[in-house]
């Protein structure tokens, strides 16, 4: 059975996958990725790189994000960091640095609103 972690962070994979869809992307999920991309969508009109992340605590740490801006400036796509904490909706933002922080009590935008914006 896998862990715990595992299941979270599938199930947010999984649930931002649908959402992508339903708002006209194509999306590939790299399966038990491990690497600075766990979703790529494409759109008419936008390229997307994906990075997800499941929490259970009041804020999210993420390091070593230099590869995805890499990767997304090549591919000409937008760096997207899509976040979930406990019993709470999928969130987005564009990742702007090599690390982001993100804390439960900030002001957080759907993905599904982010997704209008661009």
Avoid: W
Wanted: charged share 25%; net charge positive; glycine share 6%.
């Amino acid at each position: 059975m896998p862990n715990m972690n595992y299941q979270r962070g599938y199930r947010l994979e999984h649930a931002a996958q649908k959402l992508l869809e339903a708002n006209g992307y194509k999306v590939m999920r790299a399966h038990a990725s491990k690497g600075e991309t766990d979703l790529m969508a494409v759109s008419p009109s936008n390229k997307l790189l994906v990075q997800c992340k499941k929490t259970t605590k009041d804020d999210i740490r993420v390091y070593d994000l230099e590869p995805i801006i890499r990767e997304s400036e090549k591919a000409g796509a937008i760096p997207l960091l899509v976040y979930s904490f406990l019993y709470s909706p999928v969130y987005a933002k564009t990742i702007t640095g090599g690390k982001m922080a993100v804390h439960r009590e900030e002001n957080h935008v759907t993905l599904e609103e982010y997704l209008s914006f661009i």
